[in-house]
């Protein structure tokens, strides 16, 4: 379950940066600031995916520590997730607004 | 009168032999199903990834992505040798089955096998290790080596008849332990979901490479329709995979009742002719997985 909404989190945060690189004039440091965010969410991600499927093949059963690890891992990365997103929200707006208001003054 | 009477013993147990041989060989290598759902989900990975990488405009950040899709594959490829006892075991039931009512004689080689019995002993002792809830009867490896050390040269000989019939009565229980642990495998929460991520991975990724590339090809929405298909097929072929792991149990209980005499051969015979047009259905769609061309 945490795992579960871990990914869907992550899908959330990568949604959300998707939105602000498709804005158009975004600075080139903001674009590689977004693109950084965006690779370490994927390989959050891939982490993910590993624990899942030793999981599945039973390896994680006779791998306590290694699972409490990911557990904890992926309680961290849940609120981080969080706040990113928030963040995300509200910069997307932020550009969105800029945009708006340099359209107004065109 | 008695020859007529042994003669028409020997027809039936020639009969089961042969029904015992054909349900060995249609779930020979049943672990393989597994394994490709786990390799089906590796390419999907891989192919969305590539696109995801190709969205990324920093070109050290474009190279840190392949090298981590690379070592994902590396990864994702050694998985399946470490897929679940459970499925090892009936693999090696099947194996056991096939090699007792094969028509070639017992030769030196066969009596090797002895030891493939205590391979299959171990095997069922690794799953009770690992496995949290019931366990899974022992001694079945043993009841395997009985048979092979009566030493005749044809299965059909009276005594190895008799422990032939003892063996496939007695795994009936393995049997379906090993169907259960399958099927909650393929039922699993955690295998729904890692399909399930990669049907939104994909959309996600298409989402980024769609975002920084001007102009997608037709190659490109070509690639997506086919990784989205191809999700979805592996959505089918798990529930189809749960009914025959289903239906194999029901099989099997069915062809030890025919053996121990609870059941005619004739009725067991129509729905075992079912379970193994079932099996080649489900060994064809598997065989349809195509290798990406990322490969």
Partial sequence: ?106 | MFSLFLGSCLTVSREQGRMVRQFAKSTENFSVFPLKIGSELACIREGRGIYYANSLTEPLLHLAELDAIFKERMNDDRLPGRVGVAFKVLDRYADGLLQLTSDAPFTARSRCMVRFGSEMDTLVGKYNQVSEGHHLPAGIGTAFAAIVAEGTNHFLAGRQYQLLRRYVIGADTLVSSVCAEMLSWLSSETLRQLIQNEETGIHESFRFFFTKRSQPTIECDRDYLDLMKRVENLNSLRLQTMSAVRDLAVVHRKLAEALSGKRTLQETIEQLTTFYSEMEHLRNLFDTLKHPKYN
């Fill in chain 1, 1 to 106: 379950m945490q795992k579960e909404l871990t990914l869907s989190e992550i899908r959330l945060a990568q949604e959300e940066i998707a939105t602000s690189l498709s804005v158009d004039g975004l600075d080139r440091s903001m674009v590689v600031h977004l693109e950084q965010t965006s690779f370490h969410l994927r390989n959050l991600e891939r982490l993910l995916v590993a624990a899942m499927e030793k999981e599945l093949i039973g390896e994680l059963k006779k791998e306590s520590l290694a699972l409490n690890a990911v557990t904890e891992e992926m309680a961290r990365a849940a609120v981080q997730l969080s706040v990113l997103t928030g963040v995300l929200r509200k910069v997307v707006k932020m550009v969105g607004q800029i945009i708006d208001m340099l359209e107004i003054a065109g």
